[in-house]
């Protein structure tokens, strides 16, 4: 009998809890071990969770042989120490969005995942969604005929109470573009490709990151991709593709499990409706247990080459909007 693949998770935090949430839905998954930066906060979430063991640093966690994967669930400033340390101490990594915080970075962090033969993968978490990978295939099938516009958004109203906060500190990489605006910008790469060319604008707040940032990528064949993000305002967090033949429409918050719409030529409108199972974290990590168990260092869905591509854009991005991470860049 094939032995579970051992999570260990880094970070007690939002995101922490719903991978926890989601991962007794995996097969094949233990849910291992919690580190947090407090010995006590490792311990209330791993009581609530249901983890085995639960360390005071990431250090420990990582150096316990019984883990076999690691999920790393940190602010972005962390995700390339993180991700380096995993790697060299023989871990497997799924780390969260961005991967990090430039390309240098990433190329870094997939040079020592090969060098280490360990599997390394940004949790892209939409990549995995059913209703995603279905949009993509009807996208590559032709049924929207050429592409002329990709619309999406994620705009999440977010008063600045804390500056301190991970979203709007710049020493926590914080900021919309690389919080939340990531997401548009993946649903482009992914639909349609890398652009020609590209314009973005971003707001800086007093913090110093970006409250908005919103970009226009034209490709080949004149489509366009409009693609914009905020914490200063609430949107539906939309997305629609729009073809010579017909449209694709997301359900509001697209980037989570939902529905599609497909509207033909004469306005005929068709529901493509998903199951939901679960909070939607469980299909990016049955990815890693599959490709950990095959032997694979790199998913061929979420590629090394797909999270370089997403980075560079993101590089480029900020570099257009004079968004600047001290330290990094
Ligand atoms: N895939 C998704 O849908 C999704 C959704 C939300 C966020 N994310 C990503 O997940 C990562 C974490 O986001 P989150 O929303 O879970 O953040 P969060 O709620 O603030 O949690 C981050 C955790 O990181 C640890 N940490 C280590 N150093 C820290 C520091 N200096 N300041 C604050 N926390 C620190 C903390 O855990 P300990 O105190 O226990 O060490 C904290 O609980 C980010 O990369 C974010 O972009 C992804």
Known sequence: M?????FGILGTGGI?????????LVEGATMYAVASRSQQQADAFAVRHGFEKAYGSYEALINDPHVDVVYIATPHNLHFSNTMMCIDAGKHVLCEKPFAVNAREVHQMIDRARDKGVFLMEAMWSRFLPHIIH????????QLGDIR???ADFCIHRPMTNPKDRKFNPELIGGALMDIGIYPMFL?????????DQVAMAGLGVTGVDMNCSAVFQYPGQAQAV???SFLAESGTRAAIYGEKGTLLFDDFWFMPGNLRFVDAQGKET???FEKIGNGYQYEAAEVVRCIRTGLQQ?????WADSIRLIERLDAIRHQCGIVFPGHD
């Open 2 to 6: 094939r032995s579970d693949i051992r």
């Open 299 to 303: 998913s061929e869905f979420m590629s």
């Open 227 to 229: 693609l914009y993000s």
């Open 16 to 24: 922490a809890t719903k991978m926890s949430e989601a991962l007794p």
């Open 188 to 196: 482009a790469e992914f639909m349609l490709g890398s652009p020609l």
């Open 135 to 142: 949009a993509h295939e009807i996208v590559q099938s032709g």
């Open 149 to 151: 516009l990709l619309v």
């Open 271 to 273: 529901s493509i409706p």
